[in-house]
Every structure is written in C-alpha cells, then in structure tokens.
C-alpha cells in the first residue's frame, strides 16, 4: 500500500502584475498535485476552494488574480494510494499589489484613435496652460484641449487650440474655429503655445510663439466649446489628430499655473475745467472710475495759487466745485 506524503511549500513568488507563482518539493514519484485557494490572509479558517488539479510539476503559477491577498495549500494526488490525496502542506499568503499605471509619456504624439488623457489638479479659478507643440506636417489636422474629466471626443473639450488644415494655427470659440490673427506654421517646428483660461467665465485667451518671433495673442476671449459652455472646472488635457493621414502634434513641457491678474484699468486723467459763475464742472477722459475717485485741481489767481480736492462719482467722469 503506497502512502503519500504531504508536499512542504517552500516559495510563493509575484511573478507579474496579477499572477502568483507556487513552488514546493515533492519527491514522490507518479503522482500529481491539486491547488487550493482562500482569498484573503492565512490566519483563522479560510474557506479553501479547489483552484486547479492534475498538476505535475513542482511548481503553479495563478493567472486569475486580482490586487488583494490569497492564501494557498497544495497536497499530492495518487490514485493507488489509499487515501488518493495527502493532507494539505503548510499555508502560504501572497499578496498581490496594485497594477500601476505606467506614466504618460514625457511628450505624447497624437493619433487618430487614442486621446490619451492626461489629468492634473482642477481648475477652477483663472489659470495658466504653458505647452510647446510640433506638428509634423504642413496640413496638419491635431488638437489639444483642455476638458473636465479625461476626454473621449472633440465635444468632449471645452478649450481647444488646432493645428489645422489651412496650415495656420486656430483656436475652438464656442461653435466654431477662429484667430484674431492668422498665424501660419511648419513642420517640424516647435511652437511655444500659452493658454490663460478662465472656468469661471468660460472664457479663455491664446497665445503663440515661434522660434524666433515674439509671442502672439491669437484668440481673445474665446467661448468654451458649445457643448462645454457651463464647464465650471478643468483637470485633464488630450492630443488627438482627426484622421490616420491628418498628420500629428508632438507636445513636451505641459504645465499648469496660478494666471497672473489682469492689470489695473488706466486711470482717467484731467482734460481740463469750465466754470459758470462760480460753479465749475471738471471733465475727464478715458475710463470712468468705478468706484469713484478724488482729483486735485490746481487754482492760479495772479501770483496765488490753490488747490482744491474734487470728487469724482463712480461711473461719472465729471466732478463739481465751486469758487468764491
């Protein structure tokens, strides 16, 4: 009568992402081996369940796994022994890890079938997009933009910069492609693009630079995308060409940034003073202050001088006085 002995694990190995390798010594010849597997740790009683039998080798590997913890026990099969299956060999834990994400590449090319979504922190106040982009071919047909959640197609971005067709360079606002500026490009080139975007308004600015020119507003107050009109947030960017022969955009060096503020409106300035008797009107140009303002006007009466502080209200560029 033969009798079987119980295989001793020796090794559990994470030989991938999501597979586990078993390893253990068993030196009975003419028999096979049966797998068995609990998920989640060793400890207490695990609910054991056949995973595989037959198995000749010393050695399994476990294809089926998912990130988390498995425990395992082998035993040894033999029909002409009596019992046919061992005991089962000591248990062993593999934990398997969490399948990362390999990073996106340092400068994504563009292709008609991925949009290969990169995301980053979401934006809700004015910010600035700082990227250099090179198209491959004069007619080139590529985009990136900027979207809320990871972009799957073009309506799918709210703000859009095109190398397009025409062979210049323009910009999505609102229904349509504009520039309020033509600007031309060639393959091979880099082009420094700068997007100052605010979620807020739904409105953003563009502007281009070439190798050897100084940079270019090509788009003003541009409306989001029409189908992205009430994007209150931005927090991924895409590169997608529209067709297999439409060319490509490489792009390197994306980074976002706190946009600088607007700078302060020009003050209005004094044109000069009327009077009536001894009521007079100051009269201003330029913007109207809106939240009103003091100027000071200067008297001359022979060799005396004087002067007198005048109230400008807000929205109004004329102030009062009144001589005596």
Request: aromatic share 8%; hydrophobic share 40%.
């Amino acid at each position: 009568m033969l009798s079987l002995l119980i295989p001793t694990m020796l090794l559990t190995a994470q030989s991938a992402p999501r597979s586990v390798t078993l390893t253990w010594s068993d030196n009975q010849a003419a028999v096979r081996h049966s797998i068995y597997r609990a998920t989640g740790l060793c400890a207490g009683a695990p609910a054991f369940g056949l995973l595989a039998s037959g198995i000749v080798p010393d050695a399994f590997t476990d294809s089926t796994v998912q990130p988390g913890n498995y425990c395992y026990q082998v035993t040894t099969v033999n029909p002409l022994a009596v019992p046919t299956e061992s005991a089962p060999s000591n248990a062993v834990l593999a934990v398997v890890p969490p399948v990362t994400p390999p990073p996106p590449p340092t400068c994504p090319v563009s292709d008609s079938v991925t949009w290969q979504p990169v995301a980053f922190t979401s934006q809700t106040m004015p910010f600035t997009v700082l990227y250099t982009a090179t198209p491959s071919a004069v007619a080139t047909d590529a985009v990136l933009g900027l979207s809320n959640g990871a972009a799957t197609d073009y309506p799918s971005m709210a703000a859009i910069v095109r190398f397009a067709p025409s062979g210049n360079i323009d910009v999505r606002n609102g229904a349509a492609y504009a520039a309020n500026v033509a600007f031309p490009y060639a393959p091979g080139i880099n082009y420094h693009v700068r997007l100052v975007v605010d979620p807020s308004k739904h409105l953003y600015d563009a502007y281009v630079t070439a190798p050897t020119g100084p940079e270019i507003k090509i788009a003003s107050a541009f409306a989001f995308r029409s189908e992205q009109a009430g994007a209150l947030a931005l927090n991924s960017w895409s590169i997608h060409s529209n067709t297999p022969t439409s060319g490509s955009i490489t792009v390197c060096n994306f980074v976002v940034g706190i946009a600088p503020p607007p700078p302060p409106p020009p003050l209005p300035t004094i044109t000069g003073y009327t009077c009536v008797g001894g009521s007079c009107t100051v009269n201003l140009s330029g913007p109207a202050p809106t939240g009103g303002m003091i100027v000071t006007v200067s008297l001359a009466s022979g060799a005396a001088t004087a002067t007198l502080p005048v109230a400008i209200l807000a929205g109004s560029r004329t102030g009062s006085f009144q001589i005596r």
